[in-house]
């Protein structure tokens, strides 16, 4: 696969999971559906959390690395220009 796609990819996987993270959050907050569903109600929010926290963070480290080494490449390039 070519980079694009998997930085797109990677960009949706982050959206999924912070939406998740907000559903989640909402869930637990949200009097109504903890009272409807009980303690089978709090495990689902927690693992709409778990499942948003799974798909955000390694997707997040991914980009940061990518965006490092084109900051290298960058600076590599105007380095030689300048000089």
Request: glycine share 6%.
């Amino acid at each position: 696969m070519s980079q694009i796609i998997i930085i797109r990819l990677l960009k949706i996987s982050i959206v999924l999971g912070l939406c998740l993270i907000v559903t989640g959050h909402a869930l637990i907050v949200s009097s109504y559906f903890t009272r409807q569903h009980g303690i089978n109600g709090i495990i689902i929010a927690a693992a709409c959390i778990a499942i948003g926290v799974l798909l955000s963070l390694p997707t997040k480290i991914y980009l940061t690395i990518l965006l490092m080494e084109a900051e290298k490449r960058y600076l590599k390039a105007h380095s030689h220009k300048h000089k």
